[in-house]
């Protein structure tokens, strides 16, 4: 199958959506499947990342993003000079990843190559826009975004969506395209080991001393202040304990505020982003636990990454993190409230046989998130996609 993917968003910027983007291609291309995806160009190199990779990038030159700073917006002009030479390549469908410009372009690219759609639903969007738009009230931002949502979603051919949950809330919002969930699987071999003292060593960190671990893109809708705000309770128990707060994002600076204000300046290691060269695998496992909270992930590939590689949870449970996790099987699921969680936390930091049950049932439960298992979960949506569209234009063929 020729697959042509699209979106606003790829590596190096480091979000889910581009580690999303990367596994599936990884697979498609390992189970002999052509790729080609259009993603933009950043100021930051790519170059060397893009050519090792067993599929092919396309930069499409792109323009800075007000609302956004670390985002790009695909330049249309520069996409369509390359309508012919994609037009030769026969592609099969064409995958948007993202909204915003690359769902429009895509579209546009769709109709011109004659080719049927499928759109990933990666992003909670009614739980974020409001906070990059800070001056319009969250109401209207909520009805905005769930009006564009809709609006999108029923453009397409067929809707892949990573969670139950969010296809619930597609459904409340009007959207009647064709949708399966699938999840975006783990490289279980690139997460297979990590060396937590070789973190540890490299940024300073006295080996005895609980660590904690939480690793997102800094942003607002990620609840992190939530995570902060429960670490100064657990720090009145555990006093030496370290949250390491591995990424990058609009809400470091408040969240730096933040630490501080609650007197946790030497609790807390803003490490800013980490490669996926081993420098990430290191971060998790120098975690005794891998803490997070927020209420939009539409899945939450970081929980199994941590589980896949031996290091239990400790978690709220909403939207998507509520399929990933199971109490009990690699994780303590928490109330959304401070005190419960820092209860749990601080277990885990305090029970070392209740950490090592909980870290061996980690690692089986990742087994389930296999990622060839669920690409050709949707290697299926595309075949079922393309016979679709196939059909249609055998019908209208006999038609005329």
């Not at 007000?66 to 000079?81: C, F, S, T």
């Not at 709220?316 to 109330?335: F, N, Q, W, Y």
């Amino acid at each position: 199958m020729r697959i042509l993917m699209i979106s606003d968003v790829y590596f190096p910027r480091i979000t889910g959506v581009s580690t999303s983007i990367q596994t599936f291609a990884r697979m498609f291309a390992d189970k002999g499947h052509r790729v080609t995806l259009i993603a933009p160009e950043y100021r930051m190199p790519h170059a060397d990342a893009d050519n090792a990779e067993p599929f092919e990038i396309l930069r499409i030159p792109s323009r800075y993003l007000v609302i956004d700073p670390e985002d790009r917006m695909l330049k249309p002009r520069a996409l369509r000079r390359h309508d012919d030479s994609l037009a030769r390549q026969q592609f099969d469908l064409i995958h948007i990843q993202t909204p915003f410009f690359a769902h429009y372009l895509g579209l546009g690219l769709a109709k011109r190559l004659k080719l049927p759609v499928v759109e990933s639903y990666h992003t909670f969007f009614e739980e974020y826009l409001h906070h990059y738009v800070p001056f319009v009230p969250s109401s209207w931002m909520q009805r905005l975004a769930r009006g564009f949502s809709t609006a999108q979603c029923n453009d397409v051919d067929a809707l892949a969506v990573p969670s139950h949950a969010m296809l619930e809330i597609l459904k409340q919002y009007g959207v009647c395209t064709p949708a399966t969930v699938i999840p975006t699987g783990i490289e279980l071999d690139r997460f297979s080991q990590g060396h937590g003292e070789r973190f540890r060593t490299r940024w300073g960190i006295p080996i005895e001393r609980p660590v904690l671990v939480h690793v997102s893109r800094l942003a607002f809708e990620k609840n992190i202040d939530f995570i902060l705000r429960m670490l100064a309770r657990v720090k009145v128990q555990v006093p030496d304990v370290l949250l390491v707060i591995a990424g990058e994002g609009p809400a470091r600076g408040r969240l730096e505020r933040l630490a501080h204000q609650l007197g946790l300046t030497e609790n807390t290691l803003f490490t800013g982003y980490l490669q996926r060269d081993g420098s990430l695998e290191d971060c998790y496992c120098a975690g005794a636990a891998f803490v997070f909270a927020s209420r939009t992930e539409t899945q939450g590939l970081v929980l199994l990454e941590s589980m896949a590689l031996g290091v239990p949870v400790v978690s709220t449970a909403v939207m998507g993190t509520k399929e990933v996790l199971l109490d009990g099987r690699g994780s303590l699921i928490a109330e959304d409230d401070e005190s419960d969680f820092a209860a749990k936390t601080i277990r885990l930091l305090t029970e070392p046989d209740l950490r090592a049950r909980l870290a061996a049932e980690a690692v089986l439960h990742a087994q389930s998130w296999s990622a060839p298992v669920l690409a050709d979960r949707m290697l299926a949506l595309y075949a079922d996609v393309v016979a679709h569209h196939d059909d249609r234009l055998d019908r209208h063929a006999r038609a005329a």
